[in-house]
């Protein structure tokens, strides 16, 4: 293919131009992609290079795929109903320990608790609805996952993972402040103290879950088999 139909050179980005010369001196696009991305190259940016140099070369633009649109909307239903019922069976587990908690330790000069059992049964039928809906979401969620390698990488699972870990970070520094507010003004209780340690171990939780899920790299090709089988 003639070059007279190349952009110049300083049309093209930076990342580009390195590609194009080192697939000139021979290196392969794998051990490209690979240098780029152990630099510190997002995997993004990294495969839209790769879009742009493969445009050039076929001179012709990369043809989208047929539903591309429809299984990104579909990623984002399932992750967004998946992180809504994680908070939902989450706060009602949280508040059944906070009800253990103040009938285990009473405060005599706060009898506004409302009912117990209305609370309890509440928050006991909020997580058997929310808790298995929640797994059956991340069971279908981490099947996609080992189907289609690219899901990894996927923008929906990116940003609304982060999203959900932002909240709960956000619920974590209010809890330590809550908690710093009472201690320095001398009015921490053991009942406001266990309070505290059901929201951070539940959020610490989800934190540590999260973080620890949104790092993992894909299977080799031979367990995404096994995985997707069972």
Do not use: C
């Amino acid at each position: 293919m003639s070059t007279d139909i190349l952009p110049p050179p300083d049309s093209r980005s930076e990342l580009v131009q390195f590609i194009l010369l080192a697939r000139d001196r021979g290196a392969t696009d794998d051990f490209i992609s690979k240098l780029l991305r152990d630099y510190g190259w997002p995997s993004r940016e990294v495969e839209r290079a790769f879009f742009e140099v493969y445009e050039d070369l076929t001179g012709r633009s990369l043809p989208t795929p047929q539903g591309a649109s429809g299984e990104l909307a579909r990623d984002a239903f399932f992750y967004l109903l998946a992180f809504v019922t994680l908070g939902i069976w989450i706060q009602a587990l949280g508040e059944m320990a906070f009800v253990f908690i103040d009938h285990l330790i009473p405060d005599s000069l706060n009898r506004s608790y409302g009912d117990p059992s209305w609370q309890v049964a509440f928050a006991l039928a909020r997580l058997l609805v929310a808790y298995p809906v929640y797994l059956g979401l991340m069971r279908q969620i981490n099947r996609d996952l080992a189907r289609h390698r690219e899901k990894y990488f996927s923008g929906v699972r990116k940003w609304l993972t982060y999203l959900t870990l932002l909240v709960a970070a956000l619920i974590a520094i209010g809890a330590v402040i809550a908690f710093l507010t009472s201690f320095l003004r001398g009015e921490l209780t053991l009942r406001f103290l266990l309070k505290v340690l059901v929201v951070l171990v539940l959020d610490g939780g989800v934190l540590w879950y999260y973080f620890d899920w949104i790092r993992r790299k894909p299977a080799p090709k031979g367990l995404r088999v096994e995985a997707v089988r069972g």
